[in-house]
């Protein structure tokens, strides 16, 4: 008795053990596995809101010493707090111009990428910085001359953005129009570069 008493603790002992050795044994195998596994760039992202959005923007600004008001629209993708889409906008709306000796009756149209970063957004107020980078062209007469230009045009905006509701939001900022390659008589692309007032009506689900 004495005898099968002890040959069944050896028995157990030896079990413990070898089961001790196989959890540790896969425990260094999955550690391992975990180390080996290939790290890229979609496993690491996590997908946390994907939402669309559409509205129309408008843009305060000047041309050529003279008050200008520009009027577009745009819409994107937005992925979790970054959105890229697309813009357009003209210009509707100068000053008058009295001298028919400078640059005047001016058509001022652009339009390309629209990408942006919200901070927050769960917040009723909340930052947004963007960049609108586009193509686009500039008309005009002086001296009974009609000149022409393709343009580039680059706008980064940085605006307060409010929540309204769950399908729309109003941006309100500062925005810096960079214009290259212009020149219509005796405007350059700094006439036509300028600060402005921007405000943007966004409607999708957010």
């Keep these: 008795m004495k005898h099968l008493f002890l040959f069944i603790m050896v028995v157990s002992m030896g079990f413990t053990t070898l089961a001790q050795k196989t959890i540790s ?4 195998d999955s550690e391992k596995s975990q180390d080996d596994e290939v790290q890229t760039i979609m496993n690491s992202f996590e997908l946390k809101r994907i939402r669309g959005f559409g509205g129309p923007t408008l843009s305060f600004s000047s041309v050529g010493d003279e008050f200008a008001l520009f009027t577009g ?8 707090n970054f959105f890229i889409g697309g813009y357009g906008e003209g210009l509707s709306a100068t000053s008058h111009q009295n001298d028919l000796t400078k640059l005047h009756d001016i058509e001022f149209r652009h339009g390309g990428f629209w990408l942006g970063y919200e901070f927050m957004h769960h917040k009723m ?13 500039i008309e005009g007469v002086q001296n009974n001359i009609s ?20 399908f729309m939001k109003v941006n309100v900022g500062a925005e810096y129009r960079q214009v290259f390659n212009a020149e219509l008589g005796d405007m350059t692309s700094n006439d036509f570069s300028d600060v402005g007032v921007y405000v943007s009506f966004l409607f999708g689900w957010f």
């Design 147 to 166: 000149y022409s230009d393709n343009v580039f045009v680059l706008k980064p905006t940085l605006a307060a953005e409010v929540n309204f509701t769950r």
């Design 73 to 80: 629209g745009g819409g994107g993708l937005i992925i979790n």
């Design 125 to 137: 107020i909340h930052p947004v910085f963007s960049v609108r980078t586009g193509w686009g062209s």
């Design 25 to 28: 044994v896969n425990d260094y």
